[in-house]
């Protein structure tokens, strides 16, 4: 019986300069126990030292200020990743017109368990508001950024070079991943960092440029159909795949049959029908096999390895009907924001100077979500090359008998790599202990909120335990308004993209999170309803996009929740009302 009590093999202590941390937001990216691989690859350190260069170019601290080389930004309790509140709430001191109370909403919404502030001497420091204002300046006055664009083309130059795994040696595929890694994940990771920041102060200008008109509402409707969102593309090919399918009888049998063995079944086929959708079908994997749900992680289920699960996404959409088209949707929302501006414009023509306010936050909005949207595909393209070589070595160990599977190599450290390369055979006992370690760990639902403390796991509830009484007829859940409109559907529960064909046309989706992985479900629902998020994360961004009314951090909604239950979402207001 493994020993859970004890720190997992990658946990780090918690600063105590800065005590309080939150799984808040973060829990959106990191749902489940870090694998030892993930937080020594991609995470963890790596992450560490860009993540300190990106806050402190932006100006908000120095790179020596953390008074520590541990790990700091983040925290890793009990293999559950946390984001360091302590920080933010300074960066909320330092930043003009925020404060640490604006950063507890951000991160938290509302909440009882959140512990006070309290002051430190230099967080109030007055070089650190300087050196904001600086880039403040030079984010208002952004007209485009071609860097991310650049950095696009560098990230599909890296996947046209990929070598071929099979003819390397186990330590060359090491070589290859460490070098990803250092000479592009890491400057593609910075400038995403970096974005997540400066798009926030477009966003809020955004807000203080309707704060005089009342109308909570306003800024969510303004950020839709904003059009050339990175993350909506892999939806638009697979609806037109979706299209193919729904108008041949022969591929429509195929999939009636099921999606087991339906990529060799449709392989098998001569007809003109499937050689058209085998040849976009493998374009797509090219261009987006490195999408995935849990994408952060060192071996994720992606598209490219898991073929079989955008066939599952297309098996929802070819039941759709054509005027489901997110490009369709798209146009709609786009032409509702381009109405609802004229009209703030006839509304503000009195006022040139809040107008102007206005005009200006609309120009940075339309520059800052798509490019922080494609900086993050950026990153995740990139690593998906340097996992990809692991897999390689993951792969030739179940073949040699020293991993039951491929996913094996993910309980192994990165900075052991070279000793698991030296004698695989002698790994076998660590990763079996290691694995039930894992599961152990992922029964336990880690507290939301840290204050310098960590309480004993055995205290932790478990998961499966009834933490919240379900919804009742009647009630209303608020969270945050993410995209506009009303729908009203029967609930379905996904708790992963891989029960994609769980979901029916036009049923609620109601999921943990979403990221890259889910939103092909989108366009197979009527709304959709998340347990966390936030006005930037993915699922707005995109929901928006695809015109799914949408309503995030709807706290514990999957469990509050049952299938079959009939629901109303407004994603203006941001409630979802149980009948």
């Known amino acids: 019986m493994v020993d859970i009590t004890r720190p997992w093999v990658v946990d780090s202590p918690l600063s105590k300069r800065f005590p309080v941390y939150t799984r808040g937001n973060v829990g959106e990216v990191a749902a489940d126990v870090a694998t030892p691989l993930f937080w020594t690859m991609i995470g963890g350190q790596h992450s560490e030292r860009v993540w300190r260069k990106a806050l402190a170019d932006f100006g908000a601290f120095d790179e020596d200020e953390y008074q520590t080389d541990d790990i700091v930004i983040q925290g890793l309790v009990h293999g559950y990743v946390y984001l360091n509140l302590s920080l933010m709430r300074v960066f909320g001191v330092r930043m003009p017109g925020a404060s640490p109370e604006l950063m507890d909403r951000t991160y938290l919404g509302e909440g009882a368990d ?67 890694m250092q000479e592009y994940h890491a400057p593609i990771l910075y400038k995403h960092l970096l974005l997540v920041y400066e798009s926030s102060l477009v966003t809020g200008l955004l807000e203080e440029a309707l704060a005089p008109l009342g109308d909570p509402t306003l800024a969510v409707r303004l950020m839709a159909g904003l059009g050339n969102v990175a993350s909506a593309e892999p939806v638009a090919e697979l609806w037109k795949m979706s299209r193919i399918v729904a108008g041949s009888p022969e591929l429509t049998a195929e999939f009636d049959a099921g999606v087991d063995g339906l990529l060799d079944r449709i392989r098998s086929r001569t007809d003109d029908a499937s050689r058209t959708f085998l040849e976009a079908f493998d374009k797509f994997i090219y261009d987006f096999g490195s999408r995935s749900a849990d994408e952060w992680e060192a071996q994720p289920q992606t598209w490219e390895t898991h073929p079989e699960i955008p066939l599952g996404l297309i098996e929802r ?14 146009e709609r929302l786009r032409a509702e924001r381009e109405q609802l501006t004229e009209e703030l414009r006839k509304r503000l023509a009195g006022n040139p100077e809040q107008l102007g ?4 936050a609309l120009r940075l909005i339309s520059v800052y979500l798509p490019v922080r949207e494609l900086s993050k595909g950026n990153t995740i393209r990139v690593v998906h090359e340097a996992r990809m070589a692991i897999r390689e070595l993951g792969r030739r160990y179940v073949e ?36 039930e370690w894992y599961h152990a760990l992922k029964e336990y639902e880690p507290p939301r909120i840290l204050n310098g403390e960590i309480p ?79 006005a930037l994360s993915h699922a707005a961004i995109v929901s928006r996009e695809l015109g799914i009314p949408c309503v995030l951090g709807v706290e514990h909604a999957t469990r509050r929740l049952t299938n079959g239950v009939r629901l109303t979402v407004d994603g203006t207001a941001g409630t979802v009302t149980v009948h």
């Not at 070819?318 to 489901?324: A, G, I, N, S």
């Open 114 to 180: 959140v512990p006070p502030y309290v002051p430190h001497p230099d967080d109030a420091a007055p070089k650190y508001q300087e050196r904001i204002l600086q880039s403040v300046q030079r984010v208002m006055s952004t007209q485009s950024r071609p860097d991310i664009v650049e950095d696009a083309k560098k990230a599909e130059a890296l996947r046209a070079a990929r070598p071929d795994f099979s003819k390397m040696s186990d330590a060359e595929l090491v070589a290859y991943e460490r070098s990803v």
């Open 456 to 534: 004993p796991i055995t205290q932790w509830p478990k998961r499966k335990e009834p933490l919240v009484s379900p919804a009742k007829p009647g009630d209303i859940l608020v969270g945050l308004a993410a995209c506009p409109g009303v729908a009203t559907g029967t609930a379905r529960i996904i708790n992963d993209p891989s029960e994609a064909t769980e979901l029916q046309p036009g049923e609620i989706l109601v999921a943990p999170m979403t990221d890259p992985g889910w939103t092909p479900l989108f366009t197979s629902a009527a709304a959709v309803v998340v347990n966390v998020g936030s």
């Open 317 to 330: 959409m070819r039941l759709q009907p054509d005027d489901r088209d997110p490009k369709l949707q798209s």
């Open 357 to 360: 306010k206005l005009e200006h």
């Open 400 to 435: 040699a008998g020293h991993f039951s599977r491929i996913e094996d190599i993910t309980m192994v450290r990165e900075d052991e790599l070279d000793a698991l390369i030296a004698d695989p055979a002698s790994f076998r006992p660590i990763i079996a202990e290691r694995w």
